[in-house]
């Protein structure tokens, strides 16, 4: 059974950290490419960060945002430094190999003081 389990998300005031945490099972971790995507209220979901043959950025996160994976622990991270209001949205973690996608419930970010 395939499973895409975020976590880490909360409430920060601006400038401050998170790191969320995208734990799966049922599939090759290693094999897939992981990507970050998030939704604010009102906005289309946005590339965030993807991890594959190459590591991309949104040019509104690049030098703040890091994404990393570990594959012996088929887990994904997004660390986010430098938080600001809005970046405030749903994050979601997306595992995509050929015509294999999966997707987690994701999890609420809220920048505010």
């Known amino acids: 059974q395939v499973r895409v389990v975020e976590s880490g998300g909360g409430l920060v005031q601006p400038g401050g950290s998170l790191r969320l945490s995208c734990a799966t099972s049922?599939?090759?971790?290693?094999?897939?490419?992981l990507t970050w995507y998030r939704q604010a209220p009102g906005k289309e979901r946005e590339l965030v960060a993807r991890?594959?043959?190459?590591?991309t950025y949104a040019d509104s996160v690049k030098g703040r945002f890091s994404i990393s994976r570990d594959n012996a622990k088929n887990t994904a991270y997004l660390q986010m430094n430098s938080l600001k209001p809005e970046d405030t949205a749903v994050y979601y973690c997306?595992?995509?190999?050929?015509?294999?996608?999966?997707w987690g419930q994701g999890t609420q970010v809220t920048v505010s003081s």
């Open positions: 991890a594959g043959t190459s590591t």
């Open positions: 997306n595992a995509k190999w050929l015509f294999h996608e999966y």
């Open positions: 049922g599939f090759t971790f290693s094999t897939y490419a």
